[in-house]
């Protein structure tokens, strides 16, 4: 079956400190996947995604993400972490055709000063 | 500016009482969802829509109804609400035509059932 699992409920880093948010993923075929962001109060931002090619993806905010098809990873990095980066971020798995998105139960991220 | 608009953003309900979130994009996307999002479940998908006249159930579908009438509209209704439905709602449009899954969310919904 598929799914996405991210190992981690809520994770604290230090201003300017790196960042590495870990996702796993479940499926048999090509995975389309994304990270999504979620700010207090507001919906889902995109921040980057992955659908073939080149396995290290730039998004948005500094952000980028590695694919590792031998892992069924998809990690989100960022290099240096701002208090604004404080959200909740989601992993998510698009199935073929694009009708159903699985998402991860999300990783909170606290950033302290 | 393209969007995708909920209403109302928060609501207070009591259990029984049917009450209807509507949802509105402006970006002609074909495919539209509805998701809840509950602490420790991520999003659980509840309907989806490919176009007009065309929905189907999400992973989640008991105790909601939807309709696609037009395409820019996708109505989340709960016919009788009850304290499980509890949650804050998400509707989400893409372009089919890219095909890809790539979302854009509204605002959310946060609904209180009592």
């Known amino acids: 079956a598929q799914s996405v699992t991210q190992p981690d409920i809520h994770i604290t880093v230090s201003e300017g400190a790196s960042l590495e948010l870990r996702c796993n993923y479940s499926y048999g075929a090509t995975p389309y996947l994304f990270w999504y962001v979620q700010s207090p109060g507001q919906g889902l931002q995109l921040l980057l995604k992955?659908?073939?090619?080149?396995?290290l993806v730039q998004g948005i905010k500094g952000f980028e993400a590695e694919f590792k098809r031998s892992q069924s990873s998809f990690n989100l990095r960022k290099p240096s972490v701002h208090w604004s980066d404080a959200a909740e971020y989601f992993c998510?798995?698009?199935?073929?055709?694009?009708?159903?998105?699985?998402f991860g139960a999300g990783t909170r991220l606290f950033v302290k000063a | 500016e393209a969007q995708v608009t909920q209403n109302p953003r928060y609501l207070i309900t009591v259990t029984g009482k049917k009450l209807t979130v509507t949802c509105s994009q402006n970006m002609n996307h074909e495919y539209m969802s509805w998701y809840r999002q509950d602490p420790g479940l991520g999003l659980r998908q509840i309907y989806y829509s490919m176009n007009v006249e065309v929905t189907d159930k999400g992973d989640v579908p008991e105790g909601y109804k939807v309709s696609r009438k037009e395409k820019r509209n996708f109505p989340l209704i709960l016919e009788s609400p009850s304290p499980n439905q509890t949650s804050l709602y998400f509707c989400?449009?893409?372009?089919?035509?890219?095909?890809?899954?790539?979302?854009?969310f509204g605002e959310g919904s946060r609904l209180t059932v009592l």
């Open positions: 989400a449009s893409s372009p089919l035509m890219i095909n890809t899954g790539e979302l854009f």
């Open positions: 998510a798995l698009s199935l073929g055709g694009g009708f159903k998105t699985i």
């Open positions: 992955y659908f073939s090619g080149d396995t």
